[in-house]
């Protein structure tokens, strides 16, 4: 991650920096932690990695490729329940492979 930098805009215009020129460099099968106080941006972060939040500047490369093609290989894990309430236990499961196979073109089966 160069520069990566998430600012949020509320109706009114004012603006909420969350994170402001990120670098972070995570070698091959490093372990890594993000810790810091409520409020830091370390949610921030992991949803932009996982391609949930978009930059406001920065980069973020996988293998030295933009980190939106190498997405289907990061795994995230919500602090609180995520679970769409209508779906069942095996279809909320199933989304991800459904999302999956519809940004390739193959729609949902």
Same mark, same amino acid.
């Given at each position: 991650?160069? +520069?990566?930098?998430?600012?949020?805009?509320?109706?009114? +215009?004012?603006?909420?920096?969350? /994170? *402001?020129?990120? *670098?972070? *460099?995570? @070698?091959?099968?490093?372990?890594?932690? /993000?810790?810091?106080?409520?409020?830091? +941006?370390?949610? &921030? /972060?992991?949803?932009?990695?996982? %391609?949930?939040? &978009?930059?406001?500047? $920065?980069?973020?490369?996988? !293998? $030295?490729?933009?980190? !939106?093609? @190498?997405? !289907?290989?990061?795994?995230?894990?919500?602090?609180? *329940? @995520?679970?769409?309430?209508?779906?069942?236990?095996? %279809? %909320?499961? $199933?989304?991800?492979?459904? @999302?999956?196979?519809?940004? %390739?073109?193959?729609?949902?089966?």
């Amino acid at each position: 991650m160069r +520069g990566v930098s998430k600012v949020f805009r509320s109706p009114e +215009g004012r603006e909420l920096v969350a /994170l *402001d020129g990120v *670098d972070v *460099d995570v @070698a091959d099968r490093e372990f890594v932690c /993000l810790i810091g106080p409520s409020g830091c +941006g370390k949610s &921030t /972060l992991l949803r932009i990695i996982a %391609n949930l939040e &978009t930059l406001s500047a $920065g980069a973020i490369e996988v !293998h $030295g490729r933009p980190h !939106h093609e @190498a997405v !289907h290989r990061i795994g995230f894990v919500f602090q609180q *329940d @995520a679970l769409l309430p209508w779906r069942s236990i095996v %279809n %909320n499961v $199933g989304v991800g492979l459904e @999302a999956r196979a519809a940004r %390739n073109g193959r729609g949902c089966r």
